[in-house]
């Protein structure tokens, strides 16, 4: 259930985690950290590009209109350019300004010449007014070139990211350099994302001057040849991932070479933070214990590199930033978490750490031995009434020091009037004996605030032999037991193999249980001696859990008692053994029915109502039907039972006292309550041949029936020496495996089948 408990705070924080990424989200705030992501993203592969586009760099102003020597030098290298049979030349400088006519004119000479292979570029600028404004040449050079347009925008950390499919010029969409280079003409509308996989000094790119003295190596037929400014022409830089200066001409060259191999894909941060969400909620969920849930961290840490070269793989950008602030705030979040948890464990009075720090430290180790020791101290509630708050933590750090007094290390828990600690000493009887000692310490009072405070202090102890967290409840339970007078030092029940399995899911399943049919009744047959007639059988409830196995009835009965369940229990073993009551009748076997009823039962008059309505289901006859009350020392008010019991005689039942003799049954509950009958013990009845003490109780007990006039069955003979002493004894009705077993109600067809035949014969 904690468990649950802890998972669902888990996902609550990562829900936290993801509303703080959607608010930092609203804001634009990790922005930069994307980009500085997408940089990353950008190197972590290396491509190769088409080689299909080469870069020309001027590495002088061309279109100063007062050096007409330039537009020359630049006609010479578009007539080289047409003379080695290019493909298309871009020509990424605008020239609005004329210079002289015959240099003018050998320009556009040169443009005209290569025909619809020539394309100029004009450049989308904002003025200072904030305007757009087109700086394109002048139409006595470029004639009727066609045209693309190019603006040259960076974010404000000197990135293009983005480019524009096409622009909006004067009321025309016209493309733009970076779609037209791609071969992309007819627009989509809106922008994409520009992959810069591609390290920079790879991208083809020759110097104009190169070209004109003759000496290029590259051959640029039928390529795509870009003339642009070459980097650092201008005050201004273009940046890309990698390189901090290159020429403003290649952001459309990258533009162009994504489109072409299609890697403009981008997944924003929304979809991002989602998916990334969804995949760490389900490995919370999937991860139940802290091992897996740690296997679960490092996948999702693992997660994000890992995707982050899937996509640069495939050419898609990631928004990541706002996944790894969710990684953040959860890491704060449960770390807080943990802190707090941490100082939960401590007591903030005595800075001693508390009993449940206790449990943790000694759970996850199930083979650890030794005793936990519960100290419980006796009238602390008057401390807390006479003391301050300060002064009562002296006194409990005073106690603490005189139990260390012997082992000055010794490490102990402290909350409430409980000290506690884990003892390595594996010897019960040596421990025992060294806690006298202790409390022998003890008799002497502490000085508090200049007041002396007597101590009063006792013990409990469980020995570690089981679930260690089991095993602190029990030495608390045992402290809690435990008294100054009686018994100063109480030795917690050894843990049995059940104690372990008594979960609070087990104690869930009893309702379960008994509609799967795993709880069920068997029946013990009661025989009388004289003539080996069964005279009737105790009902007595079983409990075969399919994971678990046989789970004995004393064990589940108080779990059931614990959940609250017992009425369920008892209403159904009533049902069932009625049922099997009435099959038996029906056969003609008249016997008599035995339940056992818990004495904490008695309390109230439903279970008369119960038990009116089960005979009245089933159809047995209530004169067979023998109640036998478990516990007697647990009825709280005779006066109540009387009434309970006298109410179900009136229903025509038979009440029995079970287990006479042992446990704190007493004669005071025997001679107020209306029984019919006893059942002795098996302790006495079990040893009646070997001990004359066993044997005086049994023949008083039976003497006392005969002179009460009531019933006395004698439970538990195991042997035929005993079944003869009863007999002599004049004990005649007789339960035991000696006789018979408890059976199925089969079995017990079977059995009562034989008996009728032995008495037949008889
Ligand atoms: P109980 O009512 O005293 O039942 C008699 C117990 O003695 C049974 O144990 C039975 O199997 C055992 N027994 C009979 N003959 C012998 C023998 O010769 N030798 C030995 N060693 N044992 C013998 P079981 O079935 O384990 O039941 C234990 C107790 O659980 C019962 O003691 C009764 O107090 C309680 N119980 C069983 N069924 C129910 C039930 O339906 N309701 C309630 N409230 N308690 C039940
Ligand atoms: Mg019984
Ligand atoms: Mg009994």
Same mark, same amino acid.
């Given at each position: 259930?904690?468990?649950?408990?802890?998972?669902?705070?888990?996902?609550?924080?990562?829900?936290?985690?993801?509303?703080?990424?959607?608010?930092?989200?609203?804001?634009?705030?990790?922005?930069?950290?994307?980009?500085?992501?997408?940089?990353?993203?950008?190197?972590?592969?290396?491509?190769?590009?088409?080689?299909?586009?080469?870069?020309?760099?001027?590495?002088?102003?061309?279109?100063?209109?007062?050096?007409?020597?330039?537009?020359?030098?630049? #006609?010479?290298?578009?007539?080289?350019?047409?003379?080695?049979?290019?493909?298309?030349?871009?020509?990424?400088?605008?020239?609005?300004?004329?210079?002289?006519?015959?240099?003018?004119?050998?320009? #556009?000479? #040169?443009?005209?010449?290569?025909?619809?292979?020539?394309?100029?570029?004009?450049?989308?600028?904002?003025?200072?007014?904030?305007?757009?404004?087109?700086?394109?040449?002048?139409?006595?050079?470029?004639?009727?070139?066609?045209?693309?347009?190019?603006?040259?925008?960076?974010?404000?950390?000197?990135?293009?990211?983005?480019?524009?499919?096409?622009?909006?010029?004067?009321?025309?969409?016209?493309?733009?350099?970076?779609?037209?280079?791609?071969?992309?003409?007819?627009?989509?509308?809106?922008?994409?994302?520009?992959?810069?996989?591609?390290?920079?000094?790879?991208?083809?790119?020759?110097?104009?001057?190169?070209?004109?003295?003759?000496?290029?190596?590259?051959?640029?037929?039928?390529?795509?040849?870009?003339?642009?400014?070459?980097?650092?022409?201008?005050?201004?830089?273009?940046?890309?991932?990698?390189?901090?200066?290159?020429?403003?001409?290649?952001?459309?060259?990258?533009?162009?070479?994504?489109?072409?191999?299609?890697?403009?894909?981008?997944?924003?941060?929304?979809?991002?933070?989602?998916?990334?969400?969804?995949?760490?909620?389900?490995?919370?969920?999937?991860?139940?214990?802290?091992?897996?849930?740690?296997?679960?961290?490092?996948?999702?840490?693992?997660?994000?590199?890992?995707?982050?070269?899937?996509?640069?793989?495939?050419?898609?950008?990631?928004?990541?930033?706002?996944?790894?602030?969710?990684?953040?705030?959860?890491?704060?979040?449960?770390?807080?978490?943990?802190?707090?948890?941490?100082?939960?464990?401590?007591?903030?009075?005595?800075?001693?750490?508390?009993?449940?720090?206790?449990?943790?430290?000694?759970?996850?180790?199930?083979?650890?031995?030794?005793?936990?020791?519960?100290?419980?101290?006796?009238?602390?509630?008057?401390?807390?009434?006479?003391?301050?708050?300060?002064?009562?933590?002296?006194?409990?750090?005073?106690?603490? $020091?005189?139990?260390?007094?012997?082992?000055? $290390?010794?490490?102990?828990?402290?909350?409430?009037?409980?000290?506690?600690?884990?003892?390595?000493?594996?010897?019960?009887?040596?421990?025992?004996?060294?806690?006298?000692?202790?409390?022998?310490?003890?008799?002497?009072?502490?000085?508090?605030?200049?007041?002396?405070?007597?101590?009063?202090?006792?013990?409990?102890?469980?020995?570690?032999?089981?679930?260690?967290?089991?095993?602190?409840?029990?030495?608390?339970?045992?402290?809690?037991?435990?008294?100054?007078?009686?018994?100063?030092?109480?030795? #917690?029940?050894?843990?049995?193999?059940?104690?372990?399995?008594?979960?609070?899911?087990?104690?869930?399943?009893?309702?379960?249980?008994?509609?799967?049919?795993?709880?069920?009744?068997?029946?013990?047959?009661?025989?009388?001696?004289?003539?080996?007639?069964?005279?009737?059988?105790?009902?007595?409830?079983?409990?075969?859990?399919?994971?678990?196995?046989?789970?004995?009835?004393?064990?589940?009965?108080?779990?059931?008692?614990?959940?609250?369940?017992?009425?369920?229990?008892?209403?159904?073993?009533?049902?069932?053994?009625?049922?099997?009551?009435?099959?038996?009748?029906?056969?003609?076997?008249?016997?008599?029915?035995?339940?056992?009823?818990?004495?904490?039962?008695?309390?109230?008059?439903?279970?008369?109502?119960?038990?009116?309505?089960?005979?009245?289901?089933?159809?047995?006859?209530?004169?067979?039907?023998?109640?036998?009350?478990?516990?007697?020392?647990?009825?709280?008010?005779?006066?109540?039972?009387?009434?309970?019991?006298?109410?179900?005689?009136?229903?025509?039942?038979?009440?029995?006292?079970?287990?006479?003799?042992?446990?704190?049954?007493?004669?005071?509950?025997?001679?107020?309550?209306?029984?019919?009958?006893?059942?002795?013990?098996?302790?006495?009845?079990?040893?009646?041949?070997?001990?004359?003490?066993?044997?005086?109780?049994?023949?008083?007990?039976?003497?006392?029936?005969?002179?009460?006039?009531?019933?006395?069955?004698?439970?538990?003979?195991?042997?035929?020496?005993?079944?003869?002493?009863?007999?002599?004894?004049?004990?005649?009705?007789?339960?035991?495996?000696?006789?018979?077993?408890?059976?199925?109600? $089969?079995?017990?067809?079977?059995?009562?089948?034989?008996?009728?035949?032995?008495?037949?014969?008889?």
């Amino acid at each position: 259930m904690s468990l649950r408990k802890d998972a669902v705070t888990r996902l609550k924080n990562l829900l936290y985690a993801g509303l703080v990424a959607l608010a930092l989200m609203l804001f634009a705030f990790l922005q930069p950290a994307d980009q500085i992501i997408w940089t990353f993203q950008s190197k972590i592969i290396d491509r190769a590009p088409t080689g299909d586009i080469v870069f020309v760099g001027a590495e002088r102003d061309m279109a100063d209109p007062r050096l007409p020597e330039r537009r020359l030098e630049l #006609a010479t290298a578009l007539e080289e350019l047409n003379r080695q049979g290019v493909g298309q030349v871009y020509i990424d400088i605008p020239f609005p300004k004329t210079s002289t006519p015959e240099a003018d004119a050998r320009l #556009a000479a #040169a443009i005209a010449s290569l025909g619809p292979r020539a394309v100029l570029v004009d450049q989308i600028e904002r003025s200072l007014s904030g305007e757009d404004q087109l700086n394109s040449t002048a139409a006595s050079i470029g004639l009727d070139t066609r045209r693309v347009v190019s603006r040259r925008t960076s974010n404000w950390m000197g990135f293009a990211w983005e480019r524009e499919y096409a622009h909006n010029v004067q009321g025309r969409r016209i493309p733009s350099l970076a779609a037209s280079l791609a071969g992309v003409e007819d627009v989509p509308p809106g922008r994409f994302q520009v992959d810069y996989a591609i390290p920079s000094e790879d991208i083809p790119a020759i110097g104009l001057s190169e070209m004109t003295s003759g000496n290029n190596v590259h051959s640029l037929a039928g390529r795509t040849v870009v003339i642009g400014e070459d980097a650092g022409l201008s005050e201004m830089q273009q940046r890309v991932p990698g390189n901090y200066s290159v020429p403003f001409s290649f952001v459309a060259i990258y533009a162009a070479e994504t489109l072409k191999a299609g890697r403009d894909r981008h997944m924003s941060a929304l979809p991002a933070l989602s998916i990334f969400l969804l995949l760490f909620a389900a490995c919370l969920i999937l991860a139940r214990d802290q091992r897996r849930r740690y296997v679960a961290y490092a996948a999702i840490a693992a997660f994000l590199p890992a995707s982050l070269y899937l996509a640069s793989l495939v050419g898609v950008r990631l928004d990541i930033s706002y996944c790894v602030a969710v990684i953040l705030a959860y890491a704060i979040m449960r770390s807080r978490a943990r802190w707090k948890n941490r100082m939960a464990l401590v007591d903030n009075e005595t800075n001693l750490p508390k009993l449940q720090a206790l449990e943790e430290a000694i759970s996850p180790d199930l083979h650890l031995r030794g005793h936990i020791v519960v100290a419980r101290i006796h009238g602390y509630e008057h401390v807390l009434k006479t003391l301050r708050r300060t002064d009562r933590a002296h006194y409990i750090l005073k106690l603490v $020091d005189r139990l260390r007094a012997a082992d000055g $290390d010794l490490k102990i828990y402290s909350e409430g009037h409980h000290l506690a600690w884990h003892s390595k000493q594996e010897d019960s009887a040596l421990l025992a004996e060294h806690l006298e000692g202790t409390r022998a310490m003890f008799a002497a009072p502490v000085n508090v605030a200049g007041s002396s405070v007597d101590v009063g202090i006792s013990f409990g102890v469980a020995k570690l032999d089981g679930d260690p967290a089991v095993r602190l409840a029990a030495a608390v339970a045992a402290a809690e037991e435990s008294s100054e007078a009686l018994q100063p030092i109480k030795l #917690a029940e050894s843990s049995s193999r059940f104690d372990e399995l008594w979960d609070i899911s087990l104690r869930a399943r009893i309702d379960e249980a008994m509609e799967a049919g795993e709880i069920f009744c068997v029946y013990q047959p009661k025989i009388d001696t004289r003539n080996g007639n069964m005279t009737g059988v105790e009902a007595l409830v079983r409990w075969q859990d399919p994971a678990r196995g046989f789970i004995p009835p004393m064990h589940f009965i108080a779990q059931c008692e614990k959940a609250g369940r017992m009425d369920a229990l008892t209403q159904y073993v009533l049902e069932h053994s009625c049922s099997a009551g009435r099959l038996m009748h029906f056969r003609g076997r008249s016997i008599t029915m035995s339940v056992n009823i818990s004495a904490t039962l008695l309390s109230d008059m439903r279970i008369v109502g119960m038990v009116r309505n089960v005979l009245q289901a089933t159809g047995f006859d209530p004169r067979f039907l023998v109640l036998e009350v478990t516990e007697t020392s647990r009825i709280g008010n005779l006066e109540t039972a009387e009434m309970v019991l006298n109410e179900l005689k009136a229903l025509g039942a038979r009440i029995s006292m079970d287990d006479f003799g042992v446990g704190e049954t007493n004669f005071e509950t025997f001679f107020e309550l209306p029984f019919d009958e006893v059942k002795i013990d098996r302790l006495f009845v079990a040893n009646i041949t070997k001990s004359a003490k066993a044997k005086a109780i049994v023949a008083s007990i039976v003497g006392m029936g005969r002179d009460a006039r009531i019933g006395v069955v004698a439970e538990g003979a195991e042997d035929h020496e005993t079944l003869k002493l009863l007999t002599e004894m004049g004990c005649t009705h007789v339960q035991g495996y000696v006789l018979a077993r408890p059976m199925s109600l $089969d079995n017990l067809m079977e059995f009562n089948n034989l008996k009728d035949n032995g008495a037949r014969e008889a």
